[in-house]
């Protein structure tokens, strides 16, 4: 649920940002924009949060002893501070490439995030695992060639 709509919040990020656009004065550059944006996320998520979760929530922080709360405050904040300077970055590409490279680019940092969290996991590798990392990277490699062609007129 908490997945599906953090997707929802990501994906609604270009029409937010229009609508601040359209707002009269000032406009915002990418950077506020993206913080403004991160900000009403925040403030809309939580509250689903514990609504749908307060309750197990609160049952399995109670089991921690205070050095297990500590650390999993420490571990959920470091979390959402590296998220946060993901996604900027990534906002920060985006601005900066085409639509279409943007969106090519894209898969890599997802599958480069995800075996990433695998390998901190633990979690092995298999064919299908491997296979799609390839695919990924190769997508890419020959998405840079064909960018690289003389374009036909």
Do not use: H, W
């Not at 309750?55 to 946060?84: E, H, P, V, W, Y």
């Not at 995800?114 to 390839?134: D, E, H, K, M, Y």
């Amino acid at each position: 649920c908490l997945c599906a709509l953090s997707n929802f919040g990501f994906c609604s990020r270009p029409f937010l940002a229009q609508r601040l656009a359209k707002v009269p004065g000032e406009r915002l550059n990418s950077v506020s924009t993206f913080f403004n944006v991160m900000c009403i996320g925040i403030v809309v998520l939580v509250p689903v949060c514990l609504v749908t979760e307060g309750g197990q929530m609160t049952s399995t922080l109670r089991n921690f002893d205070r050095d297990a709360l500590l650390s999993f405050i420490i571990k959920m904040t470091s979390s959402g501070i590296s998220f946060f300077f993901y996604q900027l970055s990534q906002l920060n590409l985006m601005v900066r490439m085409s639509a279409l490279a943007f969106s090519v680019i894209t898969p890599i940092s997802k599958a480069f995030v995800i075996v990433s969290c695998a390998q901190i996991l633990g979690t092995p590798f298999r064919f299908l695992n491997l296979t799609g990392v390839f695919v990924a990277v190769a997508g890419v490699g020959l998405f840079t060639l064909a960018q690289r062609r003389p374009k036909i007129v």
